[in-house]
Every structure is written in structure tokens, then in C-alpha cells.
């Protein structure tokens, strides 16, 4: 983008060979502003932190910025700083020699970067037909060369995310009146949490540098109908980028091999079906051996302003290693709870209880505080914790094996849906997973999209 409209410059100088005084003057003027512009951007790009954020979109030495950190060498930031000071009718002339570097600069910070995404918890914009008709009236706009009606879609934008993301925090009144006013900072303000991660904080600054002019915009909006708008269109496609709906800043699902962590594994990627509120991920790999193969999961839910993690949940006691009996006798097959035990160096037993659901380990805690007394197992002690949900497959060495992790929005469970692994529980119980009921319907149903790969 930048490139381009140097170039652009560049060809228009050169094809007017110095021979409009007033013209050069005028370009002289767009020039400067438009080198002021690209400097401050790169400098917002390198940024690193809010520190960083802040000093690029305050400080009016952008070259020496950029210089001190090692961006662009000493004697061509001087040469910039001499084309800036020189008179108008010979800033173009001085840009020509100089507009090569400044290609090079942006090459060079704007160099292609493989940012792994924050999850932010942001409830973007779901509806396609939305996004269609922002994505044409953007097009448009900038086709026009209409400012009015870029920052009118730009302000649709983040009214539609602050109406998905209020959860009470105001009022749709006050937010519909943000939009129609182009209140494009409080929006931003707003908004600012679920900016996170370096990219969408360098797109969070950028809108915030741009709202600045609004008010110039709206008293003179033909102003800014040039390489202002340029750019104004190409962060306006960016925050559209950011704004369409993305399932996984909301959950995320991990699956992992703890015996062997390289263990290549596939996936078809996170699907949701709005309509019931689920999340679910399809997952296959090949079974390397024709011993158990043995994966835990987990999912990452951001919701109410901060992650937590689901998957199951265990319970660990120590106990006399004489009450060896008792942990046998726990009637696993209806609790559907599996029990590892082993001595510790004190020669007591550390039994862990494993479950899906918390009321099963708590039920079998009960059980052994009523078989071993209160004193040995003390319930007001003894605490039930997230851990990750495992599972295991008994399928022969090279069969690919395939399951389904899904999670109810605002349920506390994930739920494994599949013909070849059961949880860790359910096999030692001697039985097939047992989903939420609800959920194992639309299993059965194929209405959970893709299940039928793993069936």
C-alpha cells in the first residue's frame, strides 16, 4: 500500500519534469505529509509494546525513532530530515532521490510474520451476509474516493462488535448513538480488551491515531479524499479482517499424546453451530502400535472476561497403605470414576480418582469416607480439581483411529464422541463413553457437522 503510493508520487513528479512551479509546491506539501504518515506507520509496525505504541504515535521524530532503532541508517535519516526543511517548490526533487530508501525501509518492517493469534474471547460479526455488504459498501467507498462513507462503515463496524461484546456494560441506545455519532474513540475504548496480541494492538493504535481527524473530516471531507483515504480504506479492511467471527477466540480445543508428544495427529478444523451453542473439532491418528494408545484433552474457554480450562476432573488422597482393600472395592463400574493408586516414599497410598463429571468423584469420596471414616478421609480436606480429560484406544497398530471433542457454550464439560477411544474412566468401568445426553443426541443425529468421519 505504502509502496504504491510512492510510486505513484514519484511517476507524477517525474512526468511533470519541475515545469509547474505551483505544482511542485502543492506536491512539495502532499509529500511531506505523506512520508510523515508511512514513518509514523512503520513505527507503530515495529512497536513491540504499549511503551513503544505510545512513544510512535507522539513523538514528531519518527526518522530518528526508526534510527535508534537501527531501521534506517544515520545518513539517509538525514537526508529525509534535509528533504523535510528544504522549500516546497524543491521537496519533490530531494523525494526522488531519496524515495528509493524509503521503498526499502518498508520492505524491511513490513516484512510477512507469523503471529500465533491471542485468544481474546471477542464475539466477532457471525452473519456472512453482513460482512458482504460491509466488505462492498468499503470497496465502494474507496472506489469513490468518499470519506464520509468509509468511516460511516468503519464506525457500522465497531458499533456491531460493541453490541456483541457489551455483556451489560451499557446500554444498545448508547452504543447505536456511539455509531451514528462516529464516537470512534469510545469505541475503541470499549472495545480495547479484546485487542490483544501484537498485530490487533498496532490495529487498535492505528484506528486510534485516525480518529483523531474526525472532526477535520467531517468539516471538510474532500481534504482527506487522497492518500489519507488510501490508508483509512486499507486499516478499515484490516479491522473488517478482525471483526468477522472466529470460533476460536472463544474455545479452543488441545490434544496431546503425553507418551509421545511428536505423535502426528490431524484435525479438520473448529466448527460451531450457532443455533445450539456448540463447539467441536474433529481429530485422527494413525495407532503407531497395538498397545492402548492413551491422549488427553482439554479445552480453553474464554468466557466472562478470562480463560478456563475444561476437561475432567480428579481428586487426590493419601491414605494408610492397609486401606489397599477398600480403593478395591470402590464400585467403579457405576461411578464410571477410574483409580490409579501407588505407594509413596513413606510407604502410604496416593490414590487419584479420575472422572468426567464432578459429582461422580465426589460420590466415590464419600463412598471411601463411609467404608474408611471420617478420619481417614476427610472430605472438607480433600479437594476436586480440572484436570485434563483422558482417553484410550484399543484399536490394532496402524488402524486410523478418529474422535470428536465438543463443549456446550457456558457448560462445565467436554465431551468425547467416538467409536475408537473411550475416556479413561468408562474403560476402566468396562463401558462405551457416555456423552451429556443432550449432546449425544445430536451425536446420534449427525447434527454435530463432521461426526460422521469418526462414527
Given at each position: 500500500m505504502h509502496i504504491e503510493h510512492l510510486r505513484e508520487l514519484a511517476v507524477t513528479i517525474v512526468g511533470l519534469q519541475h515545469k509547474d512551479t505551483n505544482m511542485m509546491k502543492y506536491l512539495g506539501q502532499e509529500i511531506k505529509k505523506l512520508c510523515n504518515s508511512i514513518l509514523r506507520d512503520c513505527c507503530i509496525e515495529m512497536a513491540t509494546s504499549k511503551e513503544d505504541l505510545d512513544l510512535a504515535t507522539s513523538t514528531e521524530n519518527l526518522a530518528d525513532l526508526l534510527k535508534s532503532h537501527r531501521q534506517i541508517p544515520a545518513d539517509v535519516a538525514k537526508k529525509y530530515y534535509c528533504m523535510c526543511l528544504s522549500p516546497e517548490e524543491s521537496i519533490a526533487t530531494n523525494f526522488l532521490i531519496i524515495v528509493p530508501h524509503i521503498v526499502q525501509w518498508i520492505k524491511d518492517i513490513f516484512q510477512e510474520k507469523k503471529i500465533?493469534?491471542?485468544?481474546?474471547?471477542?464475539?466477532?460479526?457471525?452473519?456472512?451476509?453482513?460482512?458482504?455488504k460491509i466488505v462492498s459498501d468499503i470497496q465502494e467507498a474507496a472506489k469513490d474516493k468518499s470519506i464520509l462513507r468509509l468511516l460511516r462503515e468503519v464506525?457500522?463496524?465497531?458499533?456491531?462488535?460493541?453490541?456483541?461484546?457489551?455483556?451489560?456494560?451499557?446500554?444498545?441506545?448508547?452504543?447505536?448513538?456511539?455509531?451514528?455519532?462516529?464516537?470512534?474513540?469510545?469505541?475503541?475504548?470499549?472495545?480495547?480488551?479484546?485487542?490483544?496480541?501484537?498485530?490487533?494492538?498496532?490495529?487498535?493504535?492505528?484506528?486510534?491515531?485516525?480518529?483523531?481527524?474526525?472532526?477535520?473530516?467531517?468539516?471538510n471531507p474532500a481534504a482527506f479524499e487522497g492518500s489519507f483515504l488510501?490508508?483509512?480504506?486499507?486499516?478499515?479492511?484490516?479491522?473488517?479482517?478482525?471483526?468477522?467471527?472466529?470460533?476460536?477466540?472463544?474455545?479452543?480445543?488441545?490434544?496431546?499424546?503425553?507418551?509421545?508428544?511428536?505423535?502426528?495427529r490431524g484435525n479438520d478444523g473448529l466448527k460451531y453451530d450457532k443455533s445450539r451453542g456448540i463447539f467441536s473439532q474433529l481429530f485422527w491418528i494413525i495407532k503407531e502400535s497395538d498397545d492402548d494408545l492413551q491422549l488427553e484433552a482439554i479445552a480453553h474457554v474464554h468466557i466472562h472476561g478470562r480463560i478456563r480450562t475444561i476437561g475432567a476432573f480428579e481428586s487426590l488422597i493419601t491414605l494408610p497403605s492397609?486401606?489397599?482393600?477398600?480403593?478395591?472395592?470402590?464400585?467403579?463400574g457405576s461411578l464410571s470414576v477410574a483409580v490409579t493408586s501407588e505407594h509413596d516414599d513413606s510407604g502410604n497410598l496416593?490414590?487419584?480418582?479420575?472422572?468426567?463429571?464432578?459429582?461422580k468423584i465426589s460420590k466415590a469420596l464419600k463412598y471411601l469416607e463411609k467404608e474408611l471414616g471420617a478420619g481417614v478421609v476427610d472430605l472438607s480436606q480433600t479437594d476436586i480439581t480440572p484436570s485434563h480429560l483422558k482417553m484410550r484406544s484399543f484399536a490394532?497398530?496402524?488402524?486410523?483411529?478418529?474422535?470428536?471433542?465438543?463443549?456446550?457454550?457456558?457448560?462445565?464439560?467436554?465431551v468425547l464422541g467416538s467409536n475408537d477411544f473411550v475416556t479413561l474412566a468408562d474403560s476402566t468401568a468396562g463401558g462405551a463413553s457416555v456423552p451429556d445426553p443432550e449432546i449425544a443426541g445430536l451425536l446420534r443425529r449427525g447434527l454435530i457437522r463432521g461426526f460422521d468421519k469418526c462414527m
Open positions: 500465533p493469534q491471542v485468544q481474546s474471547g471477542l464475539r466477532g460479526i457471525p452473519d456472512e451476509t453482513t460482512l458482504n464506525c457500522n463496524i465497531l458499533e456491531n462488535l460493541c453490541l456483541n461484546n457489551n455483556d451489560n456494560r451499557s446500554t444498545e441506545d448508547d452504543i447505536h448513538k456511539w455509531g451514528a455519532s462516529a464516537m470512534v474513540i469510545v469505541m475503541l475504548e470499549f472495545l480495547e480488551k479484546f485487542f490483544q496480541g501484537p498485530e490487533a494492538r498496532r490495529l487498535h493504535r492505528r484506528l486510534h491515531v485516525f480518529s483523531f481527524a474526525i472532526r477535520d473530516i467531517l468539516l488510501r490508508d483509512f480504506h486499507n486499516v478499515a479492511l484490516s479491522l473488517l479482517k478482525f471483526a468477522k467471527f472466529d470460533p476460536s477466540q472463544l474455545v479452543r480445543f488441545e490434544l496431546n499424546d503425553p507418551h509421545n508428544p511428536s505423535n502426528t492397609s486401606c489397599s482393600e477398600a480403593i478395591d472395592r470402590l464400585p467403579i496416593r490414590v487419584t480418582l479420575h472422572g468426567t463429571q464432578k459429582e490394532k497398530a496402524g488402524t486410523l483411529v478418529s474422535l470428536r471433542l465438543v463443549h456446550k457454550w457456558e457448560s462445565e464439560k467436554l
